[in-house]
């Protein structure tokens, strides 16, 4: 039986040539009725306008959503949503919740120890005792 | 501590003048080095011997800088003009040079590069891949190209998509070669460009804080917002590249770095 | 004029109250804390009093706490070369 290599398949590397956001669509929810709404409806008709025009890349839908809180969700590249309940909060608070959904990876959040994750082979190699030569202590 | 003798000396005559300085503004010699496997060395056995002299560089404190990349439009914090920048005493904590702060610098001489160094750099410039270790606030990180970094901070005053240069290394190199400053390469030797790609942050932490002889406990929560972003490009310039732009090759003198060969 | 660069090595747990008072007078609270004081035989006594647990150097001026600051404070170690909205500008100039 011959041997078949491994085939490799390009990872993705976001940012390395071209960039993509990776936030593709921002839903905000509101209810004309409720009084959770009335921060959010300020920022639907305040703020939003500008935050949509400086993020040309992400889709932006607002629907209402009766007798429910507001909330913003955020649908990412990889698949993943994101949603923040924004109850009771004021216009600024909500944009700032907003940006945190725009700037998110969409991962789901981990504890990571190491700061650099590479997918490269280490460059100097991996070290042999039986190469180089003998080394003066 | 210091000798009695010495407090003496300087209680008894009150010398005016001061000769002494403060050891941490004594300027950083700088140095560069390239690293070589021995299959080369046993070439160049006889122009490579370990500690071989070259000439050091202008000392990185007090490098002038000259702009070798777009400038960049950016809201200048509260600094010094440069016409009172001698005179200027930093009183505040918002008094903080330039050379600090992440501006894009401004370069006044052109780069020194020894001969030996420019002699070696096309063997390390020929290797690919590269490796960067570059130092962000003084902590080193192990850069190859296409590595996504999490930052353990919230970098101030970046958004997604920005294009950073990493202008402090340790060391560059390539499997064989690594050229090393001491304590830093001049940041015209080498490009390091990073993307921004976003902000991620950890799960909620929730610390239980209890006292003694008490029921109650208080939960501390924190959740720490982190910068990622992903290694662009690392390149070492080329010799022609850095003649292009400028470079003065300098005679090798007795006092410094190293050439030696990885083993 | 020069000045006394005095920096505490040492904590002072332990030592006799006459050296405790004698670091509270040159301003010394905690160890790596460093004072400037001008050379003067009256410094010069103080610091003789206590030279186990300082180290003293002779400078120009006195620095000012921001100056000791900067001292230890390291290069950010990057730039913006290029903002994303920039770039984008760039690319749909094209």
Known sequence: MPVKGIKTVTAARNGVGAFILQCKRLDFH????????????AFLTQTLPNFARENPQIEIRVSPRHSKHPIIKGHYINGREKSICVRNL????????????????????????????????SVRGIWSPYHGDLRGV | MFSRSVLRSLAADLRWSAPSSISSA??????????????LRTSQQETQTPYSPLSPETPLSATP????????????????????????????????????????????????????????????VGQSPHYVVAELHARPYLLTEGDHIRLPFLMPKVKSGDILRFNRASAVGSRDFTMKGSPHLDERLFECRVRVTGVESEPMRIKEKTKRRQRHTKQARSKHRYT?????????????????EGAVVIEDSEDTPTIEARQ | ?????????????????????????????????????????????????????????????????QEV???????????????????????SGQ
């Open chain 1, 90 to 121: 004021e216009p600024s608070d909500i944009l700032s919740k907003a940006m945190i959904l725009k700037d998110a990876s969409g991962e789901k959040l981990k504890q990571q120890k190491k700061p650099v994750a590479s997918l490269n082979e």
């Open chain 2, 228 to 244: 990622i972003m992903r290694v662009m490009e690392v390149r070492v310039k080329t010799p022609e590249e850095l003649l292009e």
């Open chain 1, 30 to 41: 509101y209810c004309n009725y409720g009084g959770s709404s009335r921060g959010m409806l």
């Open chain 2, 65 to 124: 800088r000259v702009q070798n990349s777009q400038p960049v439009a950016q809201n200048p914090p509260r600094v010094p003009s440069s016409d009172s920048a001698l005179s200027f005493v930093p009183q505040t904590r918002a008094d903080v040079p330039t050379a600090k702060q992440p501006v894009a610098p401004s370069f006044e001489s052109p780069i020194q590069v020894t001969k030996s160094l420019m002699s070696r750099l096309p063997h390390l």
């Open chain 2, 26 to 39: 004594a300027p950083l010699q700088q140095r560069a080095c390239l690293h070589q496997t021995a299959l």
């Open chain 3, 1 to 65: 004029m020069s000045y006394f660069r005095i920096t505490l090595l040492r904590s002072a747990i332990g030592l006799p109250r006459r050296s405790t008072d004698v670091l509270k007078a040159l301003g010394l609270k905690k160890r790596m804390s460093i004072v400037f004081h001008p050379v003067s035989p009256s410094i010069a006594g103080q610091i003789m009093k206590v030279k186990e647990i300082v180290s003293v150097q002779e400078v120009d001026r006195a620095l000012t706490k």
């Open chain 3, 69 to 91: 600051r900067l001292e230890r404070k390291p290069d950010p170690g990057y730039y913006i070369e290029k903002s994303g909205v920039a770039e984008r500008n760039e690319l």
